[in-house]
């Protein structure tokens, strides 16, 4: 591939605002899926297993689409951008079906269809950054998407408030089954962020063609059994690992569980420890389920508003020590939950619409959970990217990803059969133990050794 040139801010804003949709879609399932399941008639202790989906399919999925987009190669279309168009278009449809799902088997498998489609155009992404930018704009490119990522859930997480907050809708309104009116029109305002913003970015970055040697290769691997080459990358890639690489499994494992944990049970923990309640008919669980959103929504406004402040940190403490930081953070944000009060105010902010928006004790750990979101989006990434080869960018951000979810996947089989029984069936204490590990995962970040490199 010709060498990438240098990139203006907005040049940078444009290739990553595709992001942006595809994260509005992995927002509205950490905070609404596990309402949706219980609405549909889940209990607590079956939530991590119907929440499998995304873990297997991005295992699945992740190193093959990696390795399938190094070898693509479209005049027309490019390299990486068939796979976000695909990606987007299937996972509109899926989020505008999901909330008329009338038993837990068609949630669970649009959940499938939903992850599936995320993966194939979110893996690309990755490395379109990387074949985009000139290695000293990495940084800013991967903290692009740290913020189209925090933009994005917050407002996935904001719209059901927003819509209820603003007189739209109201809490008791409810479809057929169950399942809020607003959580249809928050997934259906989903399905137009995650089409439109591919289109943007689809439309106003070009990719550059293959050199003639890449031409060569191109050619070499599109003579092969697509299994075969697809594989046998993905199996080389895997003996080859950097060093860099192997040294953020421990990293990954920490704070991918402890982000599941979060995800899973951060709703039941609510509706127990603020509502007194476990019951997903009563106000007291729906009062949750917004507050839910509400708080997810603020670590991610932190997450954006942070992003681009960790480049500067990164330069001057290097990108180990800011991940370090930033977990920590996270962690103890964490573990401090289940001591802090929605009932005692901390600020009242001016709403132009309606009453006073009144900001509780408990909006104050998203502030730490926000910094090591930020932190997750970028840092792994940033480290990474100087370590493997321009050539197999692809399959190694496929390979990476699997440090995502089978932390992921170990999380639910643990979490099902023996954790949240050892925990005292306390969601309450899954946070808890989510905290410790986000703390663990930061301490092993400090062990990881990077390359020499001018950036």
């Known amino acids: 591939m010709k060498a990438s040139k240098h990139l203006s801010f907005w040049q940078i804003w444009n290739m990553n605002f595709g992001f942006f949709g595809i994260q ?6 950490q905070s609404n899926m596990s309402a949706i399941y219980k609405y549909l008639g889940a209990d607590e202790a079956s939530l ?3 929440w499998l989906a995304g873990p297997v399919t991005g295992l699945v999925l ?3 689409i990696g390795a399938m987009s190094d070898a693509t190669w479209s005049e027309r279309f490019g390299r990486r951008k068939p796979y976000f168009l695909i990606g987007a278009l299937v996972s509109s449809i899926a989020l505008v079906l999901m909330p008329f799902s009338s038993a837990l088997w068609m949630a669970a498998g649009l959940l499938w269809i939903l992850d599936a489609a995320n993966n194939i155009a979110m893996e690309p992404y990755r490395a379109f950054v990387a074949d985009r930018l000139e290695e000293k704009q990495h940084s800013i490119g991967f903290l692009m998407q740290s913020f189209f990522t925090g933009l994005g859930i917050t407002l996935a997480n904001f719209t059901p408030a927003l819509l209820v907050g603003f007189g739209v809708l109201t809490l008791n309104d409810k479809l057929s089954n169950g399942i809020p009116v607003y959580t249809y029109w928050a997934f259906f305002i989903g399905a137009a962020a995650a ?10 970055t070009r990719e550059f063609p293959p050199d003639e040697e890449e031409r060569r290769l191109l050619e070499e691997a599109r003579k092969k059994n697509l299994f075969t080459r697809t594989f046998g990358e993905i199996g080389a890639a895997m003996k080859e690992m950097p060093l860099t690489m192997k040294q953020l499994i421990p990293v990954k494992f920490f704070t991918w569980y402890a982000m599941f944990c979060y995800w899973e049970y951060i709703t039941s923990s609510l509706s127990s420890s603020i509502f007194h ?6 106000e007291g669980f729906s009062q949750a389920q917004l507050l839910t959103g509400n708080l997810n929504g603020t670590y991610n406004v932190i ?3 942070c992003a681009f402040a960790l480049v500067p940190l990164a330069v001057k403490m290097g990108a180990k020590r800011v991940h370090f930081l930033a977990l920590a953070l996270g962690g103890t944000g964490l573990l401090l939950l289940p001591m802090l009060d929605h009932g005692t105010q901390l600020v009242e902010l001016p709403n132009p619409f309606g009453t006073p928006l009144s900001i509780s004790q408990v909006y104050l750990y998203p502030i730490g959970l926000g910094i090591a979101w930020a932190s997750m989006m970028a840092m792994p990434y940033q480290l990474l990217a100087a370590s493997i080869p321009k050539e197999k960018r692809g399959v190694y951000m496929g390979i990476f990803n699997m440090f995502i979810v089978v932390p992921m996947i170990i999380q639910i089989i643990t979490m099902q059969y023996f954790v949240y029984d050892w925990l005292g069936k306390d969601p309450v204490a899954v946070i808890r133990l989510a905290g410790v590990f986000l703390i663990l995962g930061g301490l092993f970040s400090l062990r990881i050794k990077t390359p020499n490199t001018a950036a």
């Open 277 to 282: 309640t476990t019951d997903q008919h009563s």
């Open 303 to 305: 997450c954006f508003l």
């Open 62 to 64: 992740q190193p093959i």
């Open 48 to 50: 991590p297993m119907l």
């Open 24 to 29: 509005f879609s992995f927002g509205l399932q």
């Open 195 to 204: 089409l439109l913003s591919v289109l943007l970015s689809v439309s106003t």
